[in-house]
């Protein structure tokens, strides 16, 4: 009873167009006037203020300054550079720089909104330029900006370890290899639309002339250099890395390239107060719908009713990304992995499955549901960023979600590819 008061005062209050904050506080403070009404109304503050109350957290806020400070400045369009000299000139060169560069990018932001807003403007005149269709080149830049989530430092991943107690760096790990597995695939399909469609590369760059491309870029191309090492040596934690990357963007955009001044800092750091603000305030209503979700003993209920089906892990597997991919379509991905995580993640341990893999399938999903009409939020950005209309860039994500689909059933059902470098790296 408890249960389903919540999921369908949730649903109700998504499809009357309430905020989400709204969407996952109301029906968690109801909940507990109406079947928790002995316990003190002290709970709230507890659950609002002890649920953010996390070091792991702290982490969020820098990299959505950082982010921020490389989406504005001239970051992306040195890393843009720096890859198109070198596969600029192949057939489908601008097809697999575009996906290059947004890994890349990814992996000092952490943010596939901020990519798509960096980088489309920069890629997507070179694409059309270059012969590939506006929907191909929309959906491509939009799909390709979502590896941001997958590769380190990833915020989806650490809201994930925040919620279940997962080690970050192990994560991070498994992401970064999953993430490189996801741009493979995209660049495959690059390469078949391609000799498809007879499209060929640049002139080849000049030697003296890639050099410079490389000095120009250096210090672009420091920062994951610096944050991984950094993080997989032992020199600093993940919380500690994402300090550094804010020094470190600051240093190169404004005293390194010097094409942000501090006017334009303080400009940035609002936006990224702002957006912090928002993901805070969705975690705070997020821990109180979470803890009566947990009290109701849902983990349990879905043990108890998969149990009674026969189910094993392969067909949990399936209903979970079944869970967020519906999920995904509607709501955005940090309220998906409050409302599912901590009901679905008991039962990923029953049934025996690891942590990090767990933490890759959620996250992967997360992926998904920022490109999957009708509320994916990359397709929004990249309207409002690139002038065009949204139904024109679903129509161009429509393959790509495909190929998403397919990877996720490939990370979901071959565990060994997600937990590679993790076991690797394991003491």
Not at 156 to 161: E, F, R, S
Not at 190 to 211: C, H, Q, S
């Amino acid at each position: 009873m408890v249960i389903a008061a919540i999921f369908v005062g949730a649903i109700a209050l998504l499809f009357l167009g309430f905020e989400m904050l709204i969407v996952l506080g109301l029906p968690g403070i109801l909940t507990k006037e109406i079947f928790y009404s002995t316990m003190p109304d002290i709970i709230y503050g507890q659950r609002i203020v002890g649920g953010i109350n996390h070091s792991t957290l702290l982490a969020i806020p820098f990299f959505i300054f950082a982010a921020e400070i490389m989406s504005k400045g001239s970051i992306a369009r040195y890393l843009t550079e720096l890859v198109g000299a070198f596969l600029g000139h192949r057939r489908g060169g601008m097809g697999l720089t575009t996906v290059a560069t947004a890994a890349a990018f990814g992996s000092v932001s952490g943010s596939a909104p901020a990519t798509v807003a960096a980088l489309g403007g920069i890629v997507y005149p070179e694409l059309k330029r270059q012969g590939y269709s506006e929907k191909f080149s929309l959906g491509l830049i939009v799909s390709s900006a979502e590896v941001a989530l997958l590769i380190p430092p990833s915020i989806t991943l650490i809201i994930y370890a925040w919620l279940t107690g997962t080690s970050v760096a192990s994560l991070f790990a498994a992401g970064l290899v999953v993430g490189v597995f996801l741009s493979l695939i995209f660049c495959g399909y690059v390469l078949i639309y391609a000799y498809r469609n007879g499209l060929k590369g640049d002139t080849p760059m000049p030697w003296n002339e890639r050099f410079k491309v490389i000095g120009r870029s250096i210090w672009a191309v420091g920062l994951p250099v610096v944050l991984l090492g950094g993080i997989y040596s032992g020199l600093f934690t993940p919380t500690e890395a994402a300090a550094v990357s804010v020094a470190y963007a600051l240093l190169v955009e404004v005293a390194i390239y010097r094409h942000m001044g501090w006017r334009d800092v303080i400009k940035v750091a609002t936006g990224a107060a702002v957006t912090t603000g928002s993901i805070f305030v969705l975690l705070a209503m997020g821990s109180i719908v979470a803890y009566f979700i947990t009290l109701a003993q849902l983990p349990a209920m879905v043990i108890g009713f998969l149990q009674a089906i026969d189910a094993n892990w392969v067909v949990f597997l399936l209903i979970v990304n079944l869970l967020f991919l519906v999920a995904g379509m509607f709501i955005d991905p940090n309220s998906t992995m409050l409302i599912l995580v901590p009901a679905l993640f008991p039962v990923a341990q029953s049934f025996g499955i690891d942590p990090i893999h767990f933490g890759i399938i959620v996250c992967l999903n997360t992926c998904i549901g920022m490109i999957t009409p009708p509320f994916g939020l990359d397709i929004f950005v990249a309207s409002s960023t690139l002038g065009e209309k949204v139904s024109k860039i679903i129509s161009g994500i429509t393959p790509f979600i495909a190929i998403n689909l397919l990877a996720l059933m490939v990370i979901s059902y071959l565990p060994d590819i997600s937990m590679f470098l993790p076991r690797l790296l394991a003491p």
